[in-house]
């Protein structure tokens, strides 16, 4: 009912620059994300939603008696940097993607589509079927991509509800996500090595980086990708760090490259795979260098047969004068399959996809899932499909956002009405 509107109003959210900024008065984020929360929740307003906003750091749209058992769905508005080489509008375009339409824009998968989608589905499923059994609030978060700040500051007034999801994903649903560490690093610069800059964020493989060695300056490119999936970029820093090793034989430079080349963490001593098939992996998000020291941030994703402790001691084994400590780290999900929640979105995803095979899902992402009770990822990136979050072009087809509507549709109708 209500697709063709959603349309339109989602390439306004997307023209909203969200990535995390200095806080102003009224802006922890910056002003692009308080912009982009109270246009959601005003929307949601004339849709007949209750809203709350907790300081613009996050806020909801609420529908249901509070009295009934709550249901969440939770998902952020913040995006990550954009990163150079666009061909389509980073702010919200409707472009062809591969032959079908398609909207484009940084958060058009991760995440203000997926999440934005959902008071749209709801007051259609209120149209539809009436009022909902249980109290469902839709969350907009704004710092789900670096550091959580908008979760914390929620639970310093508000509870998460009982059972939830977050459309920030992949379907068919994610029964396990691997912990996540952002790890720092700290080493003596090289001796001839008097600039690096590369990165920006620990979970994006950077696609670009500078040095000046020895007076000449050097670049290189790579492809960027999510840091829960560094196999499928190219590290810019880490070709630079090699290209510089090599062209001038300097032993320093290639033994910091070659320990930190592999994506699984062979060069550390830290590849492992466990019970469930998930391997540890690493990407060095970010590599910073005077002159004086090189500071590296990478991205850990660690299966169950190994902890974050570890990893730092196995770095601080593999360098000599190091500083090592880990800033940032979200502990495993893992959620029994057999659950009424996991069962009844996996129900409702092959019903409307006849996707009859579909398996509950494994991944090295980290969601909003594990900020809530009993909750897990569904969607919104379909199987085999490309999936260009955290890369230059992001969009989704029409198609893909149809077929997601309905899913989602068919899934909270089942939980909540």
């Given amino acids: 009912m209500y697709l063709d509107d959603f349309i339109k109003d989602a390439l306004v959210l997307l023209s909203f620059d969200t990535v995390k900024a200095p806080a102003k008065r009224n802006a922890p984020f910056g002003k692009g994300s308080k912009d982009a929360l109270e246009y959601v929740l005003k929307k949601a307003k004339k849709m007949g939603f ?3 906003n907790y300081d613009n750091y996050i806020g909801y749209a609420s529908i249901g008696d509070p009295s009934l058992p709550g249901f969440d769905i939770l998902g952020h508005l913040d995006t990550v940097p954009l990163g150079e080489g666009w061909t389509h509008s980073p702010y919200g375009e409707l472009a062809d993607y591969k032959g079908r339409p398609a909207i484009y824009g940084r958060g058009a998968l991760d995440d ?3 999440i934005f989608v959902c008071i749209y589905i709801i007051k259609e499923l209120a149209a539809r079927v009436g009022k909902p059994r249980r109290h469902i609030r839709v969350i907009f978060g704004c710092d789900e991509e670096d550091g959580w700040g908008c979760i914390e500051h929620f639970n310093k007034f508000d509870k998460m509800a009982p059972q939830g999801f977050t459309p920030d994903a992949d379907f068919p649903v994610i029964y396990y996500e691997k912990g996540i560490a952002h790890v720092k690093v700290e080493l003596p610069c090289p ?8 990165g920006d964020r620990a979970n994006v493989v950077p696609d670009m980086a500078t040095a000046i060695y020895d007076g000449r300056k050097m670049s290189s490119r790579g492809i960027s990708a999510h840091g829960a999936k560094p196999y499928e970029g190219d590290n810019a820093g880490i070709k630079l760090l090699k290209l510089i090793g090599r062209t001038y034989d300097d032993e320093a430079i290639m033994n910091i490259a070659t320990k930190l080349d592999d994506v699984y963490g062979k060069g550390l ?4 795979v466990d019970s469930e098939g998930l391997p540890l ?13 090189l500071e590296l941030t990478i991205d850990f994703r660690y299966p169950l047969n190994i902890e ?9 084994n593999a360098f000599s004068d190091v500083k090592v400590s880990i800033p940032h780290a979200h502990d495993r999900l893992f959620v029994d399959k057999n659950t009424p929640l996991i ?3 996996m129900d409702a995803y092959k019903d409307t996809t006849l996707d009859l095979g579909a398996k509950p899902l494994a991944i090295g992402g980290g969601t909003y899932a594990r900020a809530m009770n009993e909750a897990v990822g569904f969607g919104p990136v379909f199987p085999d499909d490309e999936m260009p979050i955290h890369c230059l072009d992001e969009c989704i087809t029409i198609d893909q956002l149809d077929k997601m509507y309905r899913i989602y549709y068919e899934a909270i109708k089942r939980l909540c009405f």
Wanted: glycine residues 10%.
């Fill in 191 to 198: 001796e001839k090595l008097t600039m690096f800059d590369c």
């Fill in 308 to 316: 974050k402790e570890q990893i730092q001691k196995q770095i601080e």
């Fill in 50 to 52: 209750k809203t709350t």
């Fill in 112 to 114: 203000k589509i997926p």
């Fill in 343 to 345: 069962t009844t979105l």
């Fill in 269 to 272: 001593g830290l590849d492992c």
């Fill in 281 to 293: 992996t690493m990407n060095v998000g970010v590599i910073k260098g005077d002159g004086k020291k």
